[in-house]
Every structure is written in C-alpha cells, then in structure tokens.
C-alpha cells in the first residue's frame, strides 16, 4: 500500500521553480530554517532583468555562496586535540619515514599547521565529486546516532534505525555546502605549502567549475599551472546530452614563479638528444654546394629509417637557419606562427 502524502504542496518553492524556468540567472541559494540551503530568488537581479534601465546598486566581481564566511571562520577555529602515536599498528616504527594518519581531515590539517608550516612540497587530494552519493561531509563530527542519520537524510522511522533511503535534496542538489567543504580545507592547505609547493585536486564536471573558481581566490590566478584532463573511457549510455567522460586535476602552485624556478616539470623526450645531434651535423655540412635545403632532405630521409620515434618527435622534421629543429605549422593560426621551435619535451 502506497503511502498517504501527509503534507501539502509547497507553493514558494514551485513558484521559485517557474522563475528559474524563466530567469536561470536569478536561481540563488540560502539557508532555510532548518540550517539547510534552498532556492531562493535574487530579487535585485531579478528586478534588473525586468527592467529597461540600469538599477542602482553596487556590482562587484566576487564568487560567493551561503556559509563562505562561516567557512573561514571554521578554518581560523582552533581545536584542543594533538595526534597519537600507534607503534602497535606500525611497520617499521622506528625506521620507516612514511607518516599515515587516520582522522578527520580537517582536523588533521590543523594540527599540522605547527609542525609543517610552509613545509611541505606536494599535496594530493582527491575530495568527494558532489555526485549526489558521495557528499557526506559535516565538520560537526560529534552527534548522536539518530542525529548523524537525519543529517545524512534518512528516514527515522524508530528506535532501531530504518534507513530506507538516502535523500539527495541536500547533497548533490545544492553546491554550497561543497564549497564550504573545500574552501576551509584548501585555506589549510596552502598554509603548509612551502613557497614552490603545489597543490593537485581530483575532481569532475560536477564541480570543476566551483574549484577553479575557489582555487583562484584561495591560491591566486597567477598561481595557476593548469588542468591535467583524465579520459575515463567509460562514457554513460544513458546520458542525457554528450556524456560526461573526463575527470580533471587541477594544478596549483603556492608561487608560480618559484615554483617554475625550482621545479623541473618538463624532461626532454627520449630520442631528443639524438635528433638534435644529427641536426647540427647536417647544418655544418652546409656549404656553397650543400644547402639548408638539402640537409632538410637528408634529415627527412635520416627520420624515416629510425623506428622508434613518437609521433611528437616526427613532428619536428624541419632545420632552420640556425641549425635549430622546429615542427612547422599552418599559417591559418590566429597567432600567425610560422614554425614552432623544438624543444621536445613531455
């Protein structure tokens, strides 16, 4: 037997639906009086839409979402807690110079701010996607039982607990709570950075966009090293749309400019040495009978016998007149480039 609807239809929130059918742009978020977010209406934004003259009012470039201040005050808050030490589930106590630490992550990376503060060189992270089913996160970690299920939006039907499903309505619907998540820890985070340090994060097209756009506030734009795009090879059947097959890393340096000052991201491809070798001996034959046209032919001829060149290391088969390997490209390129110099690097 189907169960009986007990409450009535929530007419604000079909009304919010319809504007946003009209105006997607005006769709904000809030907290609702139960601490959790819900749509709402920018009405100021929605005023300027229904309006044929400018509306007065302050515009500044920001990204901002419910709970961002509260987000930074909970990464400033300090904590009575310090790590213990766990001989007994160690290998190699007293040799190894591996750490594992188990606990809350936000936790955790307060109690590293003293003891590795701008120490450390990479940070790995792979946070939950906000997929709907995987976002679980409260930094409230101290509940009882039947709290902790409400919160993760179970049914309490008893004393004994029936979880009959999950609800979504607060997890994958709304980002907010997601950026408040990754915003205090990515604070954290970068305090332990040392100045060439750099940062990698998973993530996927759910929110992608809001990392970038954190990532740039909490580590700066200059700081950007760029997205590293991950083909899955398992796009969805069923999606509605293109589908969604990439995950991305998204790079970020504590300091760009030290970090490329320091850190050698590039190393040459394997058979660069030799290409460029052969190059400059086919530029010093070059005479009043030998041209730099006929050391192109040479090289040309001398490529097609080795078997063991990439695609990329063909590609520069041309010598200039500086002796220099370069990969030739259309002249149909905006930048109007006419050749790209070898540097043959991964």
């Known amino acids: 037997m189907d ?16 504007i946003g059918a009209l105006f997607p742009n005006c769709i904000t978020e809030t907290l609702g009086e139960n601490g959790h977010p819900k749509k709402a ?39 009575n807690k310090t790590l213990r030490p766990c001989p007994e589930e160690s290998v190699d106590w007293d040799k190894t110079e591996n750490l594992y630490i188990e606990g809350d992550n936000l936790e955790v990376l307060k109690l590293l701010q003293k003891s590795y503060f701008k120490a450390i060189k990479l940070i790995y992270i792979d946070p939950p996607y906000n997929t709907g089913h995987d976002f679980t996160y409260s930094d409230s970690f101290i509940a009882k039982h039947t709290e902790y299920a409400n ?25 907010s709570n997601w950026c408040s998540m990754i915003y205090s820890r990515l604070l954290l985070s970068r305090n332990l950075l040392k100045e060439d340090g750099v940062i990698l994060i998973n993530i996927d097209e759910h929110e992608v966009t809001n990392l970038q756009n954190i990532c740039a506030e909490v580590f700066g734009e200059k700081n950007n090293l760029g997205t ?14 293109i589908s969604s097959q990439h995950e991305y890393i998204l790079a970020y340096a504590k300091n760009k400019v030290a970090f490329m000052r320091h850190c050698k991201i590039q190393r040459p491809k394997k058979n660069a040495a030799a290409m460029i070798k ?5 530029f010093h034959k070059i005479n009043i ?32 007149q500086h002796g220099d ?22």
């Open 3 to 18: 169960k009986m609807r007990m409450e009535s239809v929530n007419i604000i929130a079909e009304n919010i639906d319809k």
């Open 325 to 346: 390997l370069y990969q030739a490209v259309s002249m149909s390129w905006p930048n109007k480039k006419k050749r790209q110099q070898i540097i043959l690097f991964h």
């Open 289 to 320: 009978s030998y041209t730099l046209e006929d050391a192109n032919k040479e090289f040309l001829l001398w490529l097609s016998k080795q078997t063991d060149l990439s695609g990329g290391e063909r590609a520069y088969y041309r010598i200039d």
């Open 151 to 175: 919160a993760r939006g179970y049914f309490n039907g008893n004393e004994e607990m029936n979880f009959v499903q999950e609800n979504r309505f607060h997890s994958g619907k709304y980002h």
């Open 228 to 241: 590293i795009v991950w083909d899955k090879r398992n796009p969805k059947g069923d999606a509605k749309g």
């Open 41 to 79: 209406i920018n009405f100021e934004l929605l005023h300027q839409m229904l309006s044929e003259d400018v509306v007065e009012g302050d515009e500044v470039y920001e990204f901002t979402w419910v709970g961002k201040k509260e987000a930074i005050v909970e990464a400033n808050k300090s904590i």
């Open 278 to 282: 052969k190059a400059k001996q086919l």
